[in-house]
C-alpha cells in the first residue's frame, strides 16, 4: 500500500476506447488509451499497456495502490486471466464495492469451462499478470458515474454544479442530468436507450456511409454544408423528444448488432438503412444538417430547463455526445451560465 498520504488509485476501462488512468490524491499521474501502443484505433480489449504504462509513470507497483476502479458495474472478463487473486476473494470484493449493481457477473464462463473440463483462459508466459493483494478495494463505477466524476472532479468548480453526461450507450444508461456540490455527486433524471441522443446521431452516421462512435464528427462538419431544414421532419422520427428537462417521446431503437474485427468493435442499426433511403431524397448533406440542428435543439431542451430549475452558474459534462463541438458551441450561447466544462 502507499505510504500514509494521498491515496493512489487506478483506473481501468475495458471496451471501446479501452484505457488506464492513475492518480494520487488529486493529482492525474497519468492516463492513456490502449492504443496508442496498438495503434489500433479504438481498440476495445485488455488495455494491459496502459496499465503498465500508469504503474511505471507512478513509480509503483501493484500491491502499492490503495484502490482499483473499474469504469463499469460488472468485472470485466479480460481482466480476470492477468489479475491473480482467489476467485472467493474477488468475488467478496466486488460485493463490497460502492458501486456494485446485482447484473454483476461472477465468472460464470469460467466455472462452467472448469465443470465441463475444457481449458480456462490463461495467458502465456510473456504476458504480464498481477498478483493482487486481497486487501486492496476493487470498486466498479457505474459508465455514466464515471464520465460525470471525469467532469466534475477536473473542473474546478466546488459547488453549485449542474453535469450532464450522454453517449450511446453505458450499463443500460445514455444520458443523466446531476447536480454537484462540495465534492458530492447525486443524479436528478436519468434515461436508458430510448433516450438516446447518442444512438440517434450515430445512426445518422452510419447511414451516410460512417463508423459509429468514431464517424460523428464527419457527420458534424458536413452538416455545416447543408440545410438543416429540408430533411428534418424526416428524422424526427427516429429522434427522442426532450421538453422542459424530461423525455417527452422516447424511440425504441433496434439493439445494435455488433462486428469485430482487428480488434476493434463495429455496429449496425437496421434504421441506418432509412438513412439511406433518405440519400435518393435529400443531399448528405442537408440530411447531416437536420441531424446536427435536431441534437443542438434537443439537448438545449434537456439542459436550459436543469439550469433554471437549480439555478446554477457552472455546467460541466462528459460523454460521447459532448465530442461535438459545434453543439457544445450552442449550449454556450444559449445558456445563462458563468462556465462550461467539458472533459
Known amino acids: 500500500m502507499s505510504p500514509?498520504?494521498?491515496p493512489l488509485i487506478l483506473g481501468i476501462h475495458c471496451g471501446h476506447d479501452s484505457g488506464a488512468a492513475i492518480i494520487r490524491g488529486n493529482k492525474i499521474l497519468a492516463a492513456v488509451v490502449e492504443e496508442r501502443f496498438t495503434r489500433i484505433k479504438h481498440y476495445g480489449y485488455l488495455p494491459i499497456e496502459s496499465i503498465n504504462y500508469c504503474l511505471h509513470r507512478a513509480k509503483a507497483d501493484?500491491?502499492?495502490?490503495?484502490?482499483?476502479?473499474?469504469?463499469?458495474?460488472?468485472?470485466?472478463?479480460?481482466?480476470?486471466p492477468i489479475f491473480k487473486f482467489n476467485q472467493k476473494i474477488l468475488k467478496k470484493k466486488i460485493k463490497a464495492a460502492k458501486g456494485f449493481k446485482d447484473r454483476i457477473r461472477l465468472g460464470l464462463i469460467g466455472i462452467v469451462r472448469?465443470?465441463?473440463?475444457?481449458?480456462?483462459?490463461?495467458?502465456?508466459?510473456?504476458?504480464?499478470?498481477?498478483?493482487?493483494?486481497?486487501?486492496?478495494?476493487?470498486?466498479?463505477?457505474?459508465?455514466?458515474?464515471?464520465?460525470?466524476?471525469?467532469?466534475?472532479?477536473?473542473?474546478?468548480?466546488?459547488?453549485?454544479?449542474?453535469?450532464?453526461?450522454?453517449?450511446?450507450?453505458?450499463?443500460?444508461i445514455s444520458t443523466v442530468v446531476w447536480q454537484a456540490n462540495d465534492g458530492i455527486i447525486e443524479p436528478l433524471v436519468k434515461y436508458s436507450r430510448e433516450g438516446s441522443l447518442g444512438w440517434f446521431y450515430g445512426i445518422v452516421t452510419e447511414g451516410l456511409g460512417w463508423w459509429i462512435g468514431n464517424g460523428e464528427g464527419k457527420t458534424m462538419g458536413l452538416a455545416a454544408y447543408g440545410n438543416p431544414n429540408l430533411a428534418k421532419n424526416e428524422l424526427?422520427?427516429?429522434?427522442?423528444?426532450?421538453?422542459?428537462?424530461?423525455?417527452?417521446?422516447?424511440?425504441k431503437f433496434?439493439?445494435?448488432?455488433?462486428?469485430?474485427?482487428?480488434?476493434?468493435?463495429?455496429?449496425?442499426f437496421p434504421e441506418s438503412n432509412f438513412i439511406q433511403n433518405l440519400l435518393k431524397r435529400y443531399k448528405r448533406e442537408?440530411?447531416?444538417?437536420?441531424?446536427q440542428a435536431l441534437l443542438e435543439e434537443q439537448m438545449l431542451n434537456l439542459v436550459a430547463y436543469w439550469v433554471k430549475k437549480t439555478d446554477v452558474q457552472h455546467l460541466c459534462s462528459a460523454g460521447g455526445v459532448f465530442l461535438n463541438v459545434k453543439m457544445n458551441q450552442y449550449l454556450l450561447n444559449n445558456l445563462d451560465i458563468n462556465d462550461y466544462h467539458i472533459f
Do not use: M
Not at 72 to 79: A, I
Not at 236 to 251: D, M, N
Open 254 to 268: 433496434s439493439l445494435p448488432s455488433e462486428w469485430v474485427i482487428k480488434d476493434t468493435r463495429h455496429w449496425h
Open 114 to 172: 472448469k465443470i465441463v473440463g475444457l481449458p480456462v483462459s490463461t495467458p502465456p508466459d510473456y504476458f504480464q499478470t498481477y498478483e493482487i493483494d486481497h486487501n486492496i478495494p476493487i470498486f466498479l463505477i457505474e459508465h455514466h458515474l464515471a464520465h460525470a466524476a471525469s467532469a466534475y472532479y477536473t473542473s474546478g468548480f466546488q459547488s453549485d454544479n449542474l453535469i450532464v453526461t450522454a453517449d450511446g450507450i453505458g450499463d443500460r
Open 236 to 251: 424526427v422520427r427516429l429522434l427522442p423528444i426532450y421538453k422542459e428537462g424530461y423525455l417527452q417521446r422516447g424511440y
Open 286 to 291: 442537408d440530411i447531416a444538417a437536420a441531424c
Open 4 to 6: 500514509i498520504g494521498d
Open 62 to 80: 501493484i500491491n502499492d495502490l490503495d484502490a482499483i476502479a473499474i469504469a463499469q458495474v460488472s468485472f470485466p472478463e479480460e481482466l480476470k
